[in-house]
Antibody, heavy 127, light 107 residues
Framework: QAQLVESGGAVVQPGGSLRLSCEAS????????MNWVRQAPGKGLEWLAIISFDGINTYYADSVKGRFTISRDNSKNTLFLQMNSLRPEDTAVYYC????????????????????WGQGTTVTVSS | DIHMTQSPSSLSASVGDRVTITCRTS??????LNWYQHRPGTAPKLLIY???NLQSGVPSRFSGSGSGTAFTLTISSLQPEDFATYYCQQSYSNPRTFGRGTKLEIK
């Protein structure tokens, strides 16, 4: 069955950088757009970024635009989130999630939601 | 950006109750509205996509309706495992925003 496993979470100082990974298995990774979503302590889910199935198109939430970069390596079935200039408010559990739409175009509406999620990896930004 | 208004923010109910959660969007999104369930310490789970379509494997006591700017999630008969936080999310445009969540608690 489809599975996503995040890794790379750590404790990092404000202003620091971190790269999260999300390894996919059980589905044709190259055929689906992928997302990052986070949940800060005591807060709700926050959508962060999406990348098209071919890695060409990316979109970001305003809260992370210019600081975070989503990317993917389809040869390794792996999604990444490069996080720079980290702030205490970036402290959260970070989830990767698969788009449900096969070969969906990320600039167009997505009909099928995010149908597979990882268990999350924890990032703590603190001095 | 599309703003999501979800209500109530919390809800107390008993096993067997019927509950409804509402989500409104700041602009029309046709039916590009999804509902997720999130229990602490677990991965969020897709329940409903495109406003009214039940995700595979989700019990039929969950249902969704609405179009345009107003949507609802209904649980027809609450089960113990349904006590969780529920989120709506629009997938009409980027950024793909979530509502602030509804925490469903046992009365």
């Amino acid at each position: 069955q489809a599975q996503l496993v995040e890794s790379g979470g750590a404790v990092v100082q404000p202003g620091g950088s971190l790269r999260l990974s999300c390894e996919a298995s059980g589905f044709t990774f190259i055929s689906y757009a992928m997302n990052w979503v986070r949940q800060a302590p005591g807060k709700g889910l926050e959508w962060l970024a999406i990348i098209s199935f071919d890695g060409i198109n990316t979109y970001y939430a305003d809260s992370v635009k210019g600081r975070f970069t989503i990317s993917r390596d389809n040869s390794k079935n792996t999604l990444f989130l490069q996080m720079n200039s980290l702030r205490p408010e970036d402290t959260a559990v970070y989830y990767c999630a698969k788009e449900g739409q096969h070969l969906g175009i990320t600039s167009r509406p997505g009909r099928y939601g995010m149908d597979v999620w990882g268990q999350g990896t924890t990032v703590t930004v603190s001095s | 950006d599309i703003h999501m208004t979800q209500s109530p923010s919390s809800l107390s109910a008993s096993v067997g109750d019927r509950v409804t959660i509402t989500c409104r969007t700041s602009q029309t999104i046709n039916n590009y509205l999804n509902w997720y369930q999130h229990r602490p310490g677990t991965a969020p789970k897709l329940l409903i996509y495109a406003a009214s379509n039940l995700q595979s494997g989700v019990p039929s006591r969950f249902s969704g309706s609405g179009s345009g700017t107003a949507f609802t999630l209904t649980i027809s008969s609450l089960q113990p495992e349904d006590f969780a936080t529920y989120y709506c999310q629009q997938s009409y445009s980027n950024p793909r925003t979530f509502g602030r969540g509804t925490k469903l608690e046992i009365k």
